[in-house]
Nanobody
Framework: QVQVVESGGGLVQAGGSLRLSCTAS????????MGWYRQAPGKQRELVAS???????NYADSVKGRFTISRDNAKNTMYLQMNNLKPEDKAVYYC???????????????WGQGTQVTVSS
C-alpha cells in the first residue's frame, strides 16, 4: 500500500504565494513521474505541472512563470511553489505519483486526497 498526502493549501490574497507539498509513503519500490493536478468547481481535473524521476519538467501554460515544481527523491516528496496567485488558481490541488511495481514491470498511479487553495481578489 502506498499513501500520498498533500499539504500546504490555504487562503491567500491575489498576488500572494503558497507552497504545496506531497509525500508518498508505504511500500514504495520506485516513483517515476509525480504531478500536481487541480480541479475547480464545475470543471474537469487538469494537469498543473509534472516532474519525472530525471527532473524533466512540464507546466500548464496558465501557470508558466508563476509556479515551480520540484522534488526530493530521498524524501519521496514533491513541492509546488505558487507565486503571484490569481483568483482563477482557486481549486482543489491533487498530487499523483506514478509508481513502478516491485517486479519492475507495471506502473500504477496513487492519488492524494487533495488540498484546497483559495485566492481572494
Amino acid at each position: 500500500q502506498v499513501q500520498v498526502v498533500e499539504s500546504g493549501g490555504g487562503l491567500v490574497q491575489a498576488g500572494g504565494s503558497l507552497r504545496l507539498s506531497c509525500t508518498a509513503s508505504g511500500s514504495i519500490f520506485s516513483i517515476n513521474t509525480m504531478g500536481w493536478y487541480r480541479q475547480a468547481p464545475g470543471k474537469q481535473r487538469e494537469l498543473v505541472a509534472s516532474i519525472t524521476g530525471g527532473s524533466r519538467l512540464n507546466y500548464a501554460d496558465s501557470v508558466k512563470g508563476r509556479f515551480t515544481i520540484s522534488r526530493d527523491n530521498a524524501k519521496n516528496t514533491m513541492y509546488l511553489q505558487m507565486n503571484n496567485l490569481k483568483p482563477e488558481d482557486k481549486a482543489v490541488y491533487y498530487c499523483k505519483a506514478r509508481l513502478l511495481s516491485p517486479d519492475g514491470v507495471n506502473n500504477y498511479d496513487s492519488w492524494g486526497q487533495g488540498t484546497q487553495v483559495t485566492v481572494s481578489s
